[in-house]
């Protein structure tokens, strides 16, 4: 660590002090905390409202970055979903026997707390898949997003605001969301029947 003696050349009293002070302890990086907070900042922002900034740099709209766009909002719901299993079976006996046997942190993270947490993080990918195909028919309703030529459910939706007596533009893409939204929630409800031990 000679490189805060160089760094500090003007006050050698604090380079040295620098020197020791950093040989002599670990470094640590609180990454917990600094993506709990990384959540509470996107958590912040309205989820309309960052859409739209987001939406509105894209020069080329399509479904894709539409999709790309909904996922780098959306993460933090199951972030914090799996960092609240995670703490919970950080606390149960297997835990605190593979640390008897000597196991490393990282090979019990990787082996025995990530298997057992990803059950309940599955469940809640379905509902997130519901809730991702509800926010991209009200922004293609909303004619924001996608490409004005791209045919999406949210899209015909809007189309039959213009024709009253299209009503088959309003009935079926309305029963088709319907339908997609149900089915992803039952899903979601049958796996998590499916994964509970009890």
């Not at 009293?13 to 996107?42: C, H, Q």
Request: with cysteine; proline share 5%; glycine share 6%.
């Amino acid at each position: 660590m000679r490189c805060f003696q160089e760094l500090y050349s003007f006050f050698p009293f604090l380079g040295n002090l620098l020197d020791k002070w950093l040989d002599s302890k670990k470094i640590t990086i609180p990454l917990d905390l600094i993506i709990m907070r990384l959540i509470e900042v996107v958590n912040s922002i309205p989820t309309l409202l960052l859409l739209l900034a987001i939406l509105g740099i894209i020069e080329e709209p399509s479904v894709i970055y539409v999709m790309l766009v909904i996922g780098l909002i959306r993460w933090t719901g199951i972030a914090k979903f799996i960092r609240a299993e995670l703490l919970k079976i950080r606390a149960l006996e297997y835990i605190e026997a593979s640390r008897a046997m000597g196991f490393t942190e990282f090979r019990i993270m990787l082996h025995h707390a990530i298997p057992n947490a990803l059950h309940p993080v599955i469940i809640s990918f379905a509902f997130g898949i519901a809730s991702a195909i509800l926010i991209e028919s009200s922004l293609s309703f909303l004619g924001i997003g996608v490409a004005p030529e791209a045919v999406t459910w949210g899209s015909m939706l809007h189309a039959a605001r213009s024709d009253f007596s299209a009503w088959w533009l309003a009935v079926f893409p309305g029963i088709a969301i319907f339908i997609s939204v149900t089915m992803f929630n039952l899903i979601g409800e049958g796996l998590s029947d499916a994964l509970n031990p009890k």
